[in-house]
């Protein structure tokens, strides 16, 4: 295997370091410090719950904006001179339409391209960023209104990572078309343009939400992507086409702690009931990814009772370094799965270590971080503790790992980062990586065929240009090729890959197929109708819901209602009650939404039942007989009004909202009344939002505790 040395190799530029190990072959770090001077190059008053990356100078992280101001709080992106700690630069952005709470916001750690500069996160409310060296935005994925992303209480949000010209992430998603059932999902992006690749849905039911990073690996000449998912398994599948190599299901809930992987052995843990019956919580395992039997790599060791579920290991020179949830640090033989030594840090773990120097840097929840002079097989030898704590006592959260980069250590509590080590660097020589470039073989036989981008969402009468790329049986690529194309369910044309859609102003969903001899491979397209727009649901089939609708299918159903057709949002199943359909594009913007909604009763409890615009709810509230506007489920704090509105059941009533954007705010406008009488002059609710969303698809919300039916959806424009 060939090896490329990387211009800022001494860098940080993901959250386990270059190779995905938690390693650093820094030297001369310092054994000790204090957070108040010695060894301290600078502190920094912003804090959080991730890990930094440190690349071209910079030290960067994702966080809480204004974390003493509710009502200013936002997810923040910032970068700081790593000599200095002064702000280069930082981009906010508005959380919403998410039931996470506001001290999970940025959960998921960032991620740099040593190559371009680029920066990207993954925020809680499923805004996916691009942003070059000076913060200048470069592209911005909303995954939610795209592609259905789920976003849980928890917080848990998985990493960027990238590989290649790829950026890959992972989410839960209820999507249309045939990612409508919800799983655990990859999304490979151009990392350039933001355009997806491939998508791959390698796992069964998810169980939970996790934030399991994979990481990038060449074994037996296969490019992989091997990680958790929600189903309890870990799973590989190759990096150029998204397709499934293998799986190994460990536990019966969601992994969240990362694997790590040294040559062909990729090492896997959790803190849940075992999936074969044994009475033990917990596991580690050793699996053997260059022996693959009936779709599953060989099982060389496991620990039982190993709780290892939110700390990920770090691997180095013969041995794996991991975490329990009750913070004991435990050293194994890679080879055997040998415990050699145990020794506590805490009480409750979620950071996870880091190996350099000589020794593990890493930090317990409750505020201590430890410094750990390695002693081979024997138990560590204690350098420093330093403890962090509240005005109150209280202990200051640890919750990410250190960073270590270029001489220094970069350490975030939940309330400062600090820089640690010395106020000099010395040039530091380039280490080297694997080159996971590889190419198929000449004369290989394609056995894949990749359209991309692979999944779009486009507006009535929009165009789109696609390439062919094939692969070989082990995902290397062959080559783009010329292909012969096809539609399927879409109203339109393609000729030599340039998709024209037409000017039928409905709901659509279907495929661009290409062929290439006997293989096929296919782009998924949902089609959004554009302002001005009306859906009356009549022209659907019973049973039905709108082509291109996320969440849509198994949650709605066309039904008749008289001599009409109205859309039904179902009860029975408790854990999709609370759904918010888009169904338009997610730059839209200037528009009024409005509709016939009605609400049943079902066990004395009503709905929940409203519109989403601008990305901003509006909902009548069933059961404290209220009108709410909302962004933010879980910090109403953050902007919210409501006001009383008495409402029955098994009655039909009109919606309209109305969001105006102007210089620094936005005003968000309700009214109801009941269907065929007038409309009423004034609006029922009037809000502003001083940090406005200027933008959102127009969408459709329920909380069916029983059921809910919508009609006559209508989106106008506002008139300037």
């Known amino acids: 295997m060939m090896a490329t040395t990387l211009a800022m190799a001494a860098d940080w530029p993901a959250w386990r370091g270059l190779d995905a190990t938690g390693v650093s072959n820094e030297t001369d770090l310092p054994s000790t410090w204090t957070p108040d001077g010695k060894n301290m190059l600078w502190k920094a008053s912003i804090g959080g719950r991730s890990t930094p990356i440190v690349i071209n100078k910079k030290v960067c992280l994702i966080t809480l904006a204004e974390p003493e101001d509710a009502t200013k709080w936002q997810?923040?992106?910032?970068?700081?001179?790593?000599?200095?700690?002064?702000?280069?630069?930082?981009?906010?952005?508005?959380?919403?339409?998410?039931?996470?709470?506001?001290?999970?916001?940025?959960?998921?750690?960032?991620?740099?391209?040593?190559?371009?500069?680029?920066?990207?996160?993954?925020?809680?409310?499923?805004?996916?960023?691009?942003?070059?060296?000076?913060?200048?935005?470069?592209?911005?994925?909303?995954?939610?209104?795209?592609?259905?992303?789920?976003?849980?209480?928890?917080?848990?949000?998985?990493?960027?990572?990238?590989?290649?010209?790829?950026?890959?992430?992972?989410?839960?998603?209820?999507?249309?078309?045939?990612?409508?059932?919800?799983?655990?999902?990859?999304?490979a992006l151009d990392k350039i343009t933001g355009e997806t690749v491939w998508v791959s849905t390698p796992g069964d039911a998810p169980k939970d939400t996790t934030y399991s990073a994979p990481v990038i690996r060449?074994?037996?000449?296969?490019?992989?992507?091997?990680?958790?998912?929600?189903?309890?398994?870990?799973?590989?599948?190759?990096?150029?086409?998204?397709?499934?190599?293998?799986?190994?299901?460990?536990?019966?809930?969601?992994?969240?702690?990362?694997?790590?992987?040294?040559?062909?052995?990729?090492?896997?843990?959790?803190?849940?009931?075992?999936?074969?019956?044994?009475?033990?919580?917990?596991?580690?395992?050793?699996?053997?990814?260059?022996?693959?039997?009936?779709?599953?790599?060989?099982?060389?060791?496991?620990?039982?009772?190993?709780?290892?579920?939110?700390?990920?290991?770090?691997?180095?020179?013969?041995?794996?370094?991991?975490?329990?949830?009750?913070?004991?640090?435990?050293?194994?033989?890679?080879?055997?799965?040998?415990?050699?030594?145990?020794?506590?840090?805490?009480?409750?773990?979620?950071?996870?270590?880091?190996?350099?120097?000589?020794?593990?840097?890493?930090?317990?929840?409750?505020?201590?971080?430890?410094?750990?002079?390695?002693?081979?097989?024997?138990?560590?030898?204690i350098l420093d503790i330093d403890e962090f704590k509240e005005i109150d006592g209280s202990a200051t959260q640890i919750n990410g790992s250190p960073a270590i980069a270029n001489g220094r250590i970069y350490l975030l509590t939940n309330t400062h980062l600090y820089a640690i080590g010395a106020k000099k660097i010395s040039s530091r020589p380039s280490e080297t990586l694997p080159d996971l470039a590889e190419k198929a073989p000449s004369g290989s036989p394609a056995t894949w065929l990749r359209v991309s981008p692979s999944e779009d969402i486009l507006p009535v009468g929009g165009s789109k240009q696609f390439k062919v790329h094939t692969f070989d049986a082990k995902g290397r690529l062959i080559g783009q090729v010329e292909a012969s194309w096809s539609l399927d369910g879409l109203d339109g044309t393609v000729n030599d890959g340039n998709l024209q859609l037409g000017q039928k102003n409905i709901s659509q969903s279907g495929l661009v197929i290409a062929s290439v001899g006997a293989l096929k491979g296919?782009?998924?397209?949902?089609?959004?109708?554009?302002?001005?727009?009306?859906?009356?649901?009549?022209?659907?089939?019973?049973?039905?819901?709108?082509?291109?609708?996320?969440?849509?299918?198994?949650?709605?159903?066309?039904?008749?209602?008289?001599?009409?057709?109205?859309?039904?949002?179902?009860?029975?199943?408790?854990?999709?009650?609370?759904?918010?359909?888009?169904?338009?594009?997610?730059t839209a913007k200037s528009y009024v939404i409005e509709a016939d909604i009605k609400g049943s009763e079902k066990r004395r409890r009503m709905p929940d039942i409203g519109l989403v615009s601008h990305r901003y709810t509006i909902a009548l509230m069933g059961n404290t007989q209220k009108l709410m506007v909302r962004t933010w489920l879980s910090e109403l704090a953050r902007f919210s009004k409501e006001v009383r509105y008495r409402w029955g059941p098994n009655i039909w009533y009109h919606m309209k909202v109305r969001v105006d954007n102007k210089a620094e705010s936005a005003t968000i406008r309700a009214k109801v009344w009941e269907r065929g009488k007038p409309e009423p002059a004034q609006w029922n609710i009037e809000a502003e939002d001083l940090i406005p969303h200027r933008q959102g698809a127009p969408g459709i919300y329920g909380y069916s505790s029983a059921d809910i039916f919508y009609d006559n959806i209508v989106l106008t424009s506002i008139e300037k």
Request: net charge neutral; glycine share 12%; aromatic share 10%.
């Open 522 to 586: 296919s782009a998924r397209i949902s089609v959004r109708p554009t302002v001005p727009f009306q859906e009356d649901f009549d022209a659907l089939e019973i049973d039905s819901v709108p082509a291109g609708w996320n969440a849509a299918r198994g949650r709605f159903q066309i039904v008749p209602d008289g001599s009409n057709k109205v859309l039904k949002k179902l009860s029975e199943n408790p854990r999709t009650w609370r759904t918010t359909v888009y169904i338009g594009d997610p």
């Open 218 to 381: 060449v074994i037996k000449g296969e490019r992989l992507v091997i990680g958790g998912n929600g189903d309890g398994s870990i799973y590989a599948i190759r990096a150029n086409t998204g397709e499934k190599v293998w799986g190994f299901s460990i536990s019966k809930r969601g992994i969240n702690s990362s694997v790590v992987v040294d040559g062909n052995l990729v090492y896997a843990s959790h803190s849940e009931e075992n999936t074969d019956g044994s009475t033990a919580m917990g596991r580690l395992v050793c699996l053997d990814a260059e022996v693959i039997s009936n779709g599953k790599p060989k099982l060389v060791w496991m620990v039982d009772g190993f709780t290892g579920g939110y700390s990920s290991p770090s691997i180095h020179a013969g041995r794996l370094y991991h975490v329990d949830n009750s913070a004991n640090l435990v050293a194994f033989h890679t080879k055997t799965g040998q415990k050699l030594w145990k020794h506590n840090i805490g009480i409750a773990q979620k950071a996870s270590p880091v190996v350099a120097d000589g020794k593990i840097y890493v930090a317990d929840v409750d505020g201590r971080f430890h410094i750990l002079k390695l002693n081979g097989d024997s138990e560590p030898e």
């Open 75 to 187: 997810e923040r992106v910032v970068c700081l001179d790593t000599d200095t700690g002064q702000i280069n630069w930082e981009h906010r952005y508005n959380v919403f339409q998410t039931d996470i709470p506001h001290h999970r916001v940025g959960w998921a750690n960032l991620v740099g391209d040593e190559k371009t500069g680029y920066i990207y996160s993954h925020g809680v409310e499923g805004m996916m960023y691009c942003f070059a060296p000076d913060g200048t935005v470069v592209w911005s994925r909303s995954l939610g209104e795209e592609v259905g992303r789920i976003s849980g209480f928890g917080g848990r949000t998985v990493n960027p990572v990238l590989d290649g010209d790829l950026v890959i992430v992972s989410f839960l998603t209820a999507g249309w078309g045939s990612t409508y059932i919800p799983r655990h999902r990859f999304y």
